[in-house]
């Protein structure tokens, strides 16, 4: 479906002479899509510096936004996970009201810089063992918490007011903690009304395919090293394959150019080719020192700047595939 929406489109160039406009139309390629996608969307400073990095270039990202940075640990035993004793989170939780308030500022004016908040669930736990109504608690739980949010950190006079339908109605794609995508969890996503899910796994860049009304998304497998051995195309994979999960700042260096090479080999082979849309996926945490930001930093700075690139969020990507052309940049706020 989606593939077949992305045909190439035609259209006449400036003519070299006025004989070659009447007889040669010349085929103008699709736009390359490079999707850039953050998991959890905890650390302030790293919401800063993501969003700085979008400015530059015009870039749009995607943040799958786990809620328990939005609860205080103050407040934690007010979550209870499927499954889990009340204030459990495997990714634990905003260590102050401050916190969590600063975090909903950058949150919004995210959105309003046409970036997209999609949903990461809440705990960061493995719901492949989950039946269908516990993913809707989860994602309900999710809801209930956003929507709380600016009174329960103490800043509800602070709440936007499109705060409320924003977290209704515009938070339209998931991606399962650990990538864990289960049929109980497809159930629950048409059931909430989500759109999309991108917790697929792919052998390469593919196009999105439609599944009963849910568009789904599969992160790459990239060759990476010196062997060009296949790695799915996120930090934390890199970051096992270089050092076995133990930060190594001595080879951050090393660490960053082997990312480096990695996301633009594999960006080169899609933009130099058939250019399926890229996806590559980060989380909030500099791992190895910094390498793998890096090394994501000079990615986008290399190409999202580019007139025949698109380095937009996934519902974005949507638009693109089906219109061949970028939304309009949001208004200066």
Not at 233 to 259: Q, T
Request: aromatic letters at 10%; proline letters at 5%; hydrophobic letters at 40%.
């Amino acid at each position: 479906m989606y593939r077949s929406l992305l045909l190439l489109s035609t259209a006449l160039l400036l003519p070299v002479t006025e004989a070659a406009a009447a007889e040669q139309p010349v085929l103008i390629r699709r736009p390359q899509i490079l999707v850039i996608s953050f998991d959890g969307a905890g650390s302030n400073e790293l919401w800063a510096r993501s969003r700085a990095m979008a400015k530059k270039v015009d870039a749009r990202f995607t943040y799958f936004l786990s809620c328990t940075n939005l609860i205080p640990r103050e407040a934690k035993k007010g979550y209870a996970a499927p499954g889990q004793k009340p204030g459990r989170s495997n990714v634990g939780f905003a260590p102050s009201k401050e916190d969590a308030a600063a975090r909903l500022d950058h949150i919004w004016q995210a959105h309003l810089e046409g970036h997209e908040i999609a949903s990461h669930a809440c705990g960061h736990f493995d719901g492949k063992d989950w039946t269908r109504d516990d993913w809707l608690k989860e994602f309900s739980t999710f809801d209930t918490v956003l929507k709380g949010a600016w009174q329960a950190n103490g800043v509800g006079e602070r709440e936007p007011k499109e705060w409320q339908d924003f977290v209704e109605n515009g938070i339209t794609g998931f991606r399962a903690p650990y990538l864990s995508a289960t049929k109980a969890l497809t159930e629950a996503e048409r059931a909430a009304g989500f759109v999309y899910d991108a917790s697929g796994v792919a052998k390469g860049p593919q196009w999105p395919e439609s599944d009963g009304g849910l568009v789904r998304f599969a992160l790459p497998l990239i060759p990476e090293g010196p062997r060009d051995r296949q790695i799915l195309g996120m930090d934390y994979n890199l970051f096992i394959r270089h050092s076995a999960g133990l930060d190594n700042p001595s080879k951050s260096i090393e660490y960053e150019e082997r990312a480096y090479a990695a996301f633009k080999s594999a960006f080169d082979a899609q933009y130099d080719g058939e250019r399926i849309p890229l996806q590559f996926g980060f989380h909030f945490v500099e791992m190895n020192g910094g390498a793998y930001w890096r090394a994501l930093e000079r990615l986008v700075g290399d190409v999202c700047g580019r007139a025949d690139v698109a380095c937009v969020s996934y519902t974005e990507a949507m638009h693109v595939i089906k219109t061949g052309q970028r939304r309009a940049a949001p208004a200066s706020n």
